[in-house]
């Protein structure tokens, strides 16, 4: 049984940092790229970043602009997001998921390409 876990989550204030974390078992881990999205409220699901399998490559959307930065750690089964410098637009909603595949898909952005997703953890961003 696959599991995904998110952790991290919380209240910060504006212009604070916060670090989310996702464990995965029950699956082969490097065998499969991993992503970070988001969903605030009344909005659709975006995409934050999208790690491959070795690490080696990520794909990212526009409004990281260098302060979300994630990396993986194959050898715990773990991704990780680090945000920086938050701004109350980045409330939300924050999931991690699993890729089907261990290369970043083209669609990376999208919902499709992933086989399983955490259940999510909130971030609340006070001014």
């Known amino acids: 049984q696959v599991q995904v876990v998110e952790s991290g989550g919380g209240l910060v204030q504006t212009g604070g940092s916060l670090r989310l974390s996702c464990t995965v078992s029950?699956?082969?881990?490097?065998?499969?790229?991993m992503a970070w999205f988001r969903q605030a409220p009344g909005k659709e699901r975006e995409g934050i970043a999208c790690?491959?399998?070795?690490?080696?490559?990520?794909s990212s959307a526009d409004f990281v602009k260098g302060r979300f930065t994630m990396s993986r750690d194959n050898a715990n089964q773990s991704v990780s997001l680090q945000i920086n410098n938050l701004k109350l637009e980045d409330a939300g909603m924050y999931y991690c998921?699993?890729?089907?595949?261990?290369?970043?898909?083209?669609?990376?952005?999208?919902?499709?390409?992933?086989?399983?997703w955490g259940q999510g953890l909130q971030v609340t961003v006070s001014s």
């Open positions: 998921a699993v890729a089907a595949r261990p290369a970043v898909p083209a669609d990376w952005d999208a919902t499709s390409p992933y086989k399983y």
């Open positions: 029950g699956l082969t881990f490097d065998a499969h790229a």
């Open positions: 790690i491959s399998w070795s690490g080696g490559w990520t």
